[in-house]
């Protein structure tokens, strides 16, 4: 059997539940799924999927990445890394990462918040001391939580994001279109030390 379009360009790896429920939701072929806004692209994915009750949050959590990747695809924002790590920034696994020559840009991905929208600033707080210029976005589902967070952002009580969107809004829209204005290019490989080498030769 051949495999899936979201296995050959390398959105899901291996065999998944999230994947399996993803290509049974609209077409199976992410690509012919037709919308005006991207906002929609995502509503439409997400109705589809609730319309089945689902008690399971990490299964809720791996299908919106899914609907998030493919919509980067469809927009063309390309290349990004998911579950990526950056350099000199340890212990941290970012759910999407795009790199423009020296200003990475981080999209934490939460269908809903709680306190864990503290664990995304503290990430974008980690990022951005390395990586000076870097932008952190938490994109959720849940328009009130994403409220509230918005709040504490403008009043500054959140130190490393830049902004919280709810991804079935048209502020979505927005941030796919500044997105879609860089230029994305895969990274560099990071020299940890860079100098004259002087090691023994036998």
Request: net charge neutral; hydrophobic share 40%; with cysteine.
């Amino acid at each position: 059997m051949a495999r899936s379009i979201t296995r050959r360009i390398g959105i899901v790896k291996g065999k998944s539940k999230a994947e399996q429920i993803f290509l049974t939701l609209l077409d199976p072929d992410f690509r012919a799924v037709r919308y005006d806004h991207p906002h929609e692209y995502v509503q439409m994915y997400w109705d589809a999927y609730t319309s089945v009750p689902r008690n399971n949050a990490a299964l809720n959590g791996k299908v919106f990445e899914i609907v998030i990747e493919t919509l980067l695809y469809r927009e063309n924002i390309l290349p990004f890394y998911t579950q990526a790590r950056a350099a000199f920034v340890p212990n941290v696994n970012y759910d999407i990462l795009l790199y423009s020559k020296g200003e990475p840009v981080s999209l934490s991905l939460k269908t809903s918040l709680r306190e864990r929208y503290k664990q995304a600033d503290l990430e974008a707080v980690a990022l951005k001391y390395v990586h000076r210029k870097s932008s952190c976005f938490l994109l959720t589902l849940n328009h009130d939580e994403a409220e509230g967070v918005l709040g504490k952002i403008t009043k500054g009580d959140i130190l490393g994001l830049d902004d919280i969107i709810d991804c079935s809004t048209e502020r979505f829209d927005v941030l796919i279109q500044e997105l879609k204005s860089k230029r994305f290019v895969e990274s560099e490989t990071v020299e940890v030390i860079e100098g004259n080498l002087v090691k023994r030769i036998d």
